[in-house]
């Protein structure tokens, strides 16, 4: 039976370490811990879970610290996991069966919590290549890949991620991306990472420029990240009001995009911000508002594109409830909002009590 190896970097991670490594304990033979500078109880933890421990100095290098860390290993696999990372589903048996198939890298599907400007928590799902064999690496300082001639699948491994309501995290890895970006300015997935960090941020006029650029150098197939990109360029767009940019980007990515929840329900957002704005101008737009959350809902929850858990479901239905209420249809309007409900969402539940 091969032998599996849990490989991390951390630092100050008091917080959330115990959590991580408490659930995910009994899938692993061996901890393999790496500090780049911890000065709380880190160590301590990784020491009651009788993990082995190094320590590598922080050189604004995620991969050179992946890289150390994946070193230490003596196991003929290793799962890579960061401490703000909590495993929700999935057993040893799922990751030797994994591996026994061979023939693949693996990739977890990672639950990440957000908040929406309005306060309402979120979140989003991602597949991240974690699972390796043996001697393979990682390259890239920050957003780090997974340098192998094996293809990517999917683990049987469900995670939650808390690391993005931390504060802090945007401006180390901005500064990281821009670094890179002075070596290499047309990388379009780095541009894609530097928008979207600033994006985050709500730095919406300093995104711009890198969401221009992302969308000149991006490949128009073969990229895991462009889809992500394009949706969150439009959303930019719509932060800055630049309605017209919009919608040439929404049109050029019709039929490409067609298939994505997040796409459509990114059109219906960015159309009802339009029309407030200027309702003369933009009344044309008004009907795509519906079309945009029925298509939604056609399409449902696909966890493979990665988007809003949600937009396939409950958010694109309360969204036309809120469309029926405010054009007087309070028939429909209850019908979605209890669709969205059904879901515990509790925006819903609020709308349904004033309607009834």
Known sequence: MKTIGLVMIVKNEGRSLEKCLSRIKQLVDEIYITDTGSTDNTLEIAEKYHAHVSRFVWKNDFSAARNFALSQSSCDWNLVLDADEYLVSGKRKDLQSFI?????????????????????????????????PRDTWFEGRIHEQ??????????????????????????????????????????????????????????YARADGYFENFYRFVPDSGTGYRTSGVISYIYNLMGLKKYETGFKIIKNEAERLASYADYHFACGTFYTQAIFSDVQRYVNYLPRIESSYMRCLEIGEVPEHEGVYGNGSFKAAYNLGVWYEVNGDVKKALNYYRKAQSKGYQLAKERIKKLM
Do not use: C
Request: hydrophobic share 35%; proline share 7%.
């Open 100 to 132: 026994e198939k061979g023939g693949f890298v693996g990739a977890i599907q990672r639950h990440d919590s957000y908040k929406e400007e309005n306060g309402e928590l979120s979140r989003s799902i991602a597949y991240i290549t974690r699972l390796l």
């Open 146 to 203: 997974v340098v192998s001639p094996l293809p990517i699948a999917p683990l049987p491994l469900v995670f939650d991620h808390d690391g993005y309501l931390q504060e802090g995290k945007g401006e180390r890895n901005l500064e990281i991306l821009l670094d890179e970006l002075r070596e290499d300015p047309e990388d379009p997935y780095i541009l894609y990472q530097a928008a979207r960090t600033l994006w985050l941020m709500k730095d």
